[in-house]
């Protein structure tokens, strides 16, 4: 594998406040990572440190093989955080421009890139005369300029509205068809799952899990069950080895799974036991539901 | 370091405000040639103060560089917003995510402030060369090249106030209030110099002798007021039966301290920008 990006142990102080403790995790090519954490929580002050904007307290980060400086490294490497920083007297043209000359690339890509996120009618137009939504756009077109081997994106729909947040997901998931790595930050869990294979899940600076996002939790999922006859659903769940917890809510019936059991299994059990099902679905967590499974495991 | 000043090129020339102030101090400076024109009548006499030897070499090189180094507050308003509108702008943290090192931004901001002060040397030198050649009563070559230290020295002084400027802007990250304290540094250069001449060391040169290092001071030191040394005021003095002994020259270790102040300056800019979080 290819490893883009490594952490070892990085800590951030800020007086007596901890933002980053001791985090270590790392970034393999051609996954699409999603950090997750509530506000505050120091997803920004993290990628604020490995590009270069914010020092470290004490750790280590290392770009591709480490053998560049990090300002070298980060001309490969395309990133946003938090609002759209640009010259606001310059058109976007003009400020793509000056980002090519500081990432010494050739400008010929300018049109290509303002194009793909849907600004090149506006390409002569100062920045100042931007929307909020356009100005974000502008600023992952400004970050793919140099084709880059990691996107990082940090909250890029904070604050927009809702065509323009779907506009930025649209150019998301399809920067992420075309093999780039992706990094983004946010705490809209939604927005993670919709377009990320692998989370970095991090509270109070503390890292809770980092890894694919189907195995974030040891679960088999549940099953909600309806029946006419509900408490002799209740016994027979009761009774089954695979079930732990069973909730009813309503007409509805929630059993949580403790070991894998297949639907048709589950049927044919509940049948020759002689109870017919009228409702019968199985359903793995939603990412917020394992989230919150996560944080409040941790917390107690 | 080409691409470096590329950078910072690309970032001025396309503010409207950045151009209209560089562009009027250099118009300002070919304005000492209007002085020619001033004339006025004196107890009957016709006086021009074109023929009052101002115009003359060498004296011209010490004359303009005095009077052109006045209008340096108009780049120095340039250099402070070019540097603090990074910080209010933000492009300063984009710029350094974009792969640009701290190291570069802060030599691509020296490297401005050089060419600036450079680029005002040579054009204080060909407008004074046009002014001194139509006006000077000697226009031997010999004579016409002489003197030309105060050049070297303008360069300097204007590389230093702008270096102290750009430090200001990194400091303060708000143009008005860099310039703010600009003005303010200069006060307490005065007052501190002013308390040490007549309160601690009176009767004795040790005040000038600290005073000398101060960075405004020493900066001013380095080309020092020319209209003491006009014939028509040194004549005045001797007939008031008082005459003037000032030394107007140019000195190594003035402009090793000045030097000294834009290596500090510098390094201090960049000392700042590497310990601070964006």
Known sequence: ?300 | MLRLLNIEYHKLRYSKSSKVLIATYFILITFIALIASIEFKFGGVQFRVADQGIFNFPYIWHFNSYIAAILKLFLAIVIVSMVSNEYSNRTIKQNLIDGLSKKEFIFSKFLTVVSFAFFSTIFLFVVSLILGLSFSDYTEFSIIFSDLEYLLAYFIKLTGFFAFCMFLGILVKRSAFALGFLFVWWILESIARGVMEYKLFRDSNIAENIAQFFPLESMSLLVKEPFSRLNIIQSAATQLGSEFSKDYGVYWYQLLIVMAWIAIFVYLSYFLLKKRDL
């Open chain 1, 1 to 300: 594998m290819n490893t883009i990006l490594r952490l070892n142990n990085l800590t951030k102080k800020f007086g007596p406040v901890t933002a980053v403790k001791d985090l270590s995790f790392s970034i393999e090519k051609g996954n699409v990572y999603g950090i997750l954490g509530p506000n505050g929580s120091g997803k920004s002050t993290t990628l604020g440190i490995v590009l270069n904007v914010v020092n470290k307290t004490s750790g280590d980060f290392q770009w591709f093989d480490g053998t560049q400086s990090t300002h070298e490294a980060l001309k490969k490497v395309g990133a946003i955080i938090e609002r759209p920083n640009f010259y606001p007297y310059m058109t976007a043209a003009q400020n793509l421009k000056l980002v090519c000359k500081i990432k010494n690339v050739s400008p010929d890509k300018i049109d290509e890139k303002l194009d793909l996120v849907g600004l090149l009618d506006r390409k002569d137009s100062k920045f100042r005369t931007f929307s909020l939504g356009m100005k974000q756009r502008l600023a992952i077109g400004s970050a793919l300029l140099n084709d880059p081997e990691i996107l990082i994106l940090d909250e890029p729909t904070n604050g927009l509205d809702p065509q323009g947040i779907h506009q930025i997901r649209e150019i998301i998931t399809r920067i992420a068809a075309d093999g780039t790595t992706i990094l983004l930050a946010s705490h809209l869990l939604d927005e993670v799952e919709k377009v990320c294979t692998h989370v970095v899940i991090i509270r109070k600076g503390e890292k809770l899990y980092s890894g694919p996002v189907d195995q974030m939790n040891a679960s088999f999922g549940f099953f909600e069950l309806k029946a006419a006859n509900e408490e002799k659903l209740l016994a027979l769940l009761h009774a089954h080895p695979a079930f732990g917890k069973v909730i009813q809510k309503g007409e509805i019936i929630t059993a949580f799974l403790e070991e894998p059991l297949e639907p048709e299994a589950l049927n044919t059990y509940l049948f020759e036991k002689g109870l017919t099902l009228s409702q019968l679905v199985k359903r793995k967590e939603s990412l917020e539901e394992q989230f919150l499974l996560l944080t409040n495991e941790m917390s107690v």
